[in-house]
């Protein structure tokens, strides 16, 4: 008996409350773009229109589908309703019945729904509600009002943190079905995911171990693993329930791009039940090689660098912020436009930033094949969150279920607590001030997600924050003694571009400079009398408080005075 996994392909709809009318939706999608398609907002990049669209946040809004279900699906011992992802507060129910709720949009739900279901005319429904009334509710803990969010909140709730604005981007905080939805429907075990550990040996044999996870095991379970590369297979083992071990003498190694190739070798692992065959598979696409983050004590303070295939590697690369305001707006096409550009720039590593989203599987698809190891935070940004325990409880399917999700991948060579909470100044102090934020802070940082990390990995290394410090450098999160270091000081403290010469860190994961959008991309969004930056337009897309000035600054210790934009841009 198959597990069956079926994408819901009816139309959904969502209700507009100002007309009292049901439109077409697009699932995957967002409220932002559902409006914008049917004519109900303007281009939210156009002009000053971001300012005008802010009421969409504070509406709740609501989504529907109606759908059959074959008397095959009706007749499976068990029936799942599956979300990969809800943006963020939804209530779900499924014939009038409420079957759950939602408050984390970077984790997949699952409900039984086998005694609800009709096998014509069920009636899905999905209610967003505000995260602005949300947040109201939940102001006890929060110490300090996080930067980039000028109403404030972002960091008391699991969502995109930078939907609530960042110093590079507008505010819109949306909400949808972001994710697909499908039902899976099967009898006896169903095949939840395979841990892939490799261990590599002196000789070059590399032996895979497999360690499936089933949901509803009866003991009557056994497996066959494949393992192929071009097509081609290349070895195979079965087993009963338990760890399942390929041995290579020796695989192809995969490496980082610009140090050797990339291939790519797909494992196929088939569930079968002893009294009906086979139930279900398992497939995904790993490159064999070992990543180590080595850290050694020096005379100076402690190394940090990665050693690939026990070559050291240099690593060149840029942090990663999502692709789009709309991040549904995204696939493989434009992450692959992004991602060949780096490596056309000899780029080795991406840095997926913690302010954004754990990317789609297309993203870590590219990364694979195309050699950049990828630095993978987990989304927390600039900000002090909270430790409590019914945070915790939000955070830890999160957590487990990221990680499980990617720890196969070739390129992941790192995961990371958050991005910059220590290194903040006013958040820096406050957690050396106060021990219950610092105490807050250890729990997520240092307790909750290496615990998880360990136990749903193993294997990749763990880094608290970045920049981070170690040991008897604490004081200073972003000593270059050890550790990794976010150097701002080019552009935020307006240091000479010649500073990077004299620069002494063992591990730079962030720097950087503002750039004006090229004259082409300017006029998606501004008219030509308005190409000024100083014009309200041009201000209203300028989301660093000091970002002309300070852009100003640079250029005129280099260059004359520029009378039209396309110069100035240039």
């Known amino acids: ?96 019945c409420v079957i759950g709720r939602t408050e984390n949009m970077f984790v997949r739900h699952e409900w039984e729904v086998r005694a609800l279901l009709l096998p014509t005319g069920n009636l899905l429904e999905v209610t967003f509600f505000n995260t602005l009334d949300y947040l109201a509710t939940h102001v006890g803990w929060q110490p300090l009002k996080e930067r980039n969010d000028p109403v404030g909140g972002r960091s008391r709730i699991r969502k995109e943190q930078c939907q609530y604005s960042w110093d590079w981007g507008p505010r819109f905080v949306t909400c949808g079905i972001w994710q697909p939805v499908r039902l899976e429907s099967w009898n006896g075990a169903r095949l939840d995911h395979v841990h892939l550990q490799q261990t590599h040996l002196a000789d070059g044999t590399v032996r895979l171990r497999l360690s499936p996870e089933l949901t509803g095991a009866t003991g009557t379970e056994h497996f066959t693993a494949t393992l192929s590369l071009r097509g081609q297979s290349v070895a195979a083992v079965t087993g009963g329930v338990g760890e399942l071990v390929i041995t290579l003498r020796p695989p192809e190694l995969w490496w980082p791009a610009g140090q050797g190739a990339q291939p790519l070798y797909q494992i196929k692992v088939d569930l079968h039940v002893s009294d009906s065959g086979y139930a279900d598979s398992w497939i995904r696409r790993t490159g064999f090689r070992t990543i180590e983050l080595v850290r050694e004590k020096d005379a100076e303070g402690e190394t940090f660098y990665f050693r690939v295939n026990g070559r050291p590697i240099f690593a060149k690369g840029a942090n990663w912020i999502p692709d789009h305001a709309f991040v549904t707006e995204c696939n493989r096409e434009r992450f692959a436009a992004r991602l060949g550009a780096a490596v056309d720039a000899h780029m080795n590593m991406i840095r997926v930033w913690g302010g954004g989203i754990y990317e789609f599987d297309s993203f870590y698809d590219l990364c694979d094949e195309l050699g950049l190891l990828v630095w993978q935070d987990f989304m927390f940004a600039c900000a002090l969150y909270p430790g409590a325990a019914d945070y915790c409880d939000v955070l830890r399917p999160e957590v487990a279920q990221q990680v499980r999700r990617l720890q196969h991948r070739a390129s992941l060579a790192l995961w990371c607590g958050n991005n910059e909470v220590p290194m903040i100044p006013e958040l820096g102090e406050a957690l050396r001030a106060n021990p219950a934020q610092a105490s807050d802070y250890a729990r997520i940082f240092h307790e909750v997600i290496p615990e998880i990390v360990e136990q749903c990995d193993g294997i990749t290394p763990y880094w608290p924050s970045s920049p981070w410090t170690p040991g008897e450098y604490f004081a200073d999160t972003n000593d270059g003694r050890a550790g990794d270091v976010h150097y701002w000081k080019v552009w935020h403290s307006r240091a000479p571009v010649k500073s990077y010469e004299g620069l002494r860190v063992r591990f730079c994961s962030e720097f950087g400079m503002q750039s004006y959008a090229s004259l082409a991309t300017a006029q998606t969004f501004c008219p030509a009398e308005e190409l000024n930056v100083f014009s309200p337009i041009m201000e209203s897309h300028q989301k660093n408080g000091g970002g002309n000035a300070t852009m100003l600054h640079y250029m005129v210790q280099r260059y004359r005075y520029v009378s039209r934009y396309e110069n100035l841009a240039y």
């Open 1 to 96: 008996m198959h597990c069956f996994r079926d994408t819901l392909p009816a139309q959904f709809e969502f209700y507009d409350d100002t007309r009292a009318t049901w439109l077409e939706a697009r699932v995957p999608g967002c409220i932002h773009t559902d409006l914008r398609r049917h004519g109900l907002i303007p281009d939210p990049f156009a002009g000053r229109n971001e300012a005008d669209l802010q009421w969409i946040e504070q509406r709740d809004w609501r989504y529907r589908t109606r759908f059959d279900v074959s008397q095959s699906r009706l007749s499976c011992e068990h029936v799942h309703l599956v979300f990969d992802g809800l943006d963020t507060l939804a209530e779900v129910k499924l014939n009038g």
